[in-house]
């Protein structure tokens, strides 16, 4: 399933982090099958590979049975990558049922990562969906009012054969992605029948190309909607059908994709440490402003074309002076799936970290020391959970930021993730998340480096939770950053 595959790059890069994921368990008896509504089914398996620029990472095996009642569908990947000079292994299970229409009916996914468990489950009931989300052993259940019936990846080759859709036709299905637990439509454009190299053989094909959170697809079927090869170009991201043996052929240690280069911006002419700057000038080459957030506080979009940028280091003694209770941006003290800023666990540690004091600013620095702490620094593959990232006390910046954000937001300071890139040491930029909290302005912090305010080495690229920054990947393998101006203090 290609789109879950790129949404696990989201958590890839905030914090070149990557999934663990061992002995997934079966599918929950909530989407168990009906036996006594079977009808004997048309059964569809295929595997195939997955490459990233042309290198093999692992593999990916979708089994679908055709009912009348709809599809069952159920899919399992697994990609072997190297990160931090360690080989991972990330494996997902993800099982779904349709309606006759192919239109999500329920669905299941399960991630266990090695002490990061986590599962969200979904159940459609007319023009809802209520969807919960397990982790940290607490469970968060929310009900979305859909304007139509959605789709899933898995199921869209199934839907333009049922469409019967020809070259010329384009339209746009409403998509679920049970990840980032947001929805927004896809467009398809079946394109004419061309020629498609596969391992050094020609094929002909029809393109089918699909556009999706910004990101585009192309796949390429034969005159029996048989997959030639998929490919998401902005990715580098490949997958192939092969045969069983081939699929699951092992890959050795020294074989693993190396993706510390592959998400990474490096600079041309090295720069200070941005700790010692107080103002920095970029251009961002290769992209676009369109559905990135450039512009905040202390981070100013000064034209598009060329796409420039600025930023300057906030001075929290110039603040004036804030205490309890904050009345202004009170959305960012609302609970989440996954910041669980109610929970008992997560205001208790909030007060055990503040203890009595009183002044915001003072408040903030206490929180912000207290997670750099908190926290052991290592590379982590889950969906960040505050309650689950307070139990295990380890990750990378998705942990730390989440927790941070539930802390601030249990104490009553409003508070917000930012995605984008951080610059290590003047010489490269990587992919990473922090906060920013209200303070009679949005300063930014991080928790990961014990940065308050953040350095201004942080670009925000995007704010929010995952449904906002799976947007960034759009930006990835493409993106160039060129420093204009730089000011020490």
């Known amino acids: 399933m290609k789109k879950l595959i790129l949404y696990i790059f989201v958590v890839v890069i905030f914090g070149i982090s990557i999934y663990l994921i061992f002995n997934i368990p079966q599918p929950a008896t909530s989407t168990s099958i009906n036996e006594e509504s079977i009808v004997t089914p048309h059964r569809f398996d295929e595997w195939k590979g997955i490459f990233i620029h042309g290198q093999r990472v692992g593999y990916s095996f979708t089994k679908i049975d055709r009912y009348d009642t709809g599809l ?10 190297n ?39 979904g159940v459609i009931k007319e023009n809802q969906l209520e969807l919960t989300s397990f982790s940290g052993g607490t469970s968060h259940t929310q009900t979305i009012i859909l ?42 454009i079946v394109g004419d029948k061309e ?32 997959l030639i090869k998929e490919s998401s170009p902005a990715m580098g991201l490949e997958m192939i059908p092969l045969s069983k043996e081939e699929a699951l052929a092992e890959i050795e240690p020294h074989d693993a994709f190396d993706l510390i280069p592959f998400f990474s911006v490096k600079l041309d002419k090295p720069i200070p ?35 420039i940028i600025e930023s300057f280091r906030s001075d929290i003694a110039e603040l004036p002076d804030i205490t309890l209770p904050i009345s202004e941006q009170s959305e960012y003290l609302e609970p989440s799936a996954y910041i669980q800023c109610r929970d008992r ?28 702490t908190m926290i052991e620094k290592k590379p982590t593959a889950s969906l960040p959970s505050a309650v689950d990232v307070l139990k295990t006390r380890e990750g990378d910046c998705n942990e730390h930021a989440v927790l941070f954000t539930a802390l601030a937001r249990a104490y009553g300071i409003p508070t917000k993730i930012y995605v984008g890139l951080v610059n290590l040491q003047g010489v490269a930029y990587f992919y990473h998340a922090w906060c920013a909290v209200w303070l009679g302005t949005w300063v930014p912090v991080d928790p990961t480096f014990n940065q308050y305010p953040a350095d201004i080495g942080h670009l925000k690229l995007k704010e929010g939770e995952l449904s906002e920054q799976a947007k960034v990947l759009k930006v990835v393998g493409k993106l160039k950053i060129d420093v204009l101006d730089f000011k020490k203090d």
């Open 83 to 121: 990160i931090m000079n360690e080989t991972r292994t990330l494996t997902t299970h993800f099982f779904a049922r349709t309606d006759t229409e192919y239109t999500l009916k329920n669905f299941t996914l399960e991630i266990a990562t090695l002490g990061h468990p986590a599962k969200i489950e």
């Open 273 to 307: 440490d941005p700790i010692e700057l107080s103002y920095i000038k970029l251009e961002l080459e290769n992209i676009t402003s369109e559905d990135l957030d450039l512009t905040d506080d202390y981070q100013r979009l000064v034209t598009t074309e060329p796409l």
């Open 72 to 81: 069952h569908i159920e899919n399992r990947t697994q990609m072997t990558l």
């Open 147 to 188: 304007k139509e019936q959605p789709y899933i990846p898995d199921a869209i080759r199934e839907v333009i054969k049922k469409k019967n859709l020809k070259p010329g036709d384009e339209i746009a299905l409403p998509y679920f992605d049970p990840i980032t637990q947001s929805s927004a439509a896809a467009t398809i």
């Open 345 to 372: 666990e997560i205001i208790s540690k909030a007060q055990e970290l503040i203890g009595d004091e009183g002044d915001v600013k003072k408040a903030v620095g206490k929180l912000v020391e207290g997670v750099y």
């Open 195 to 226: 020629k498609v190299m596969v391992f050094d053989r020609e094929y002909t094909g029809t393109r089918v190309e699909i556009t999706f959170m910004g990101i585009t697809s192309f796949l390429w079927l034969d005159d029996n909607y048989t």
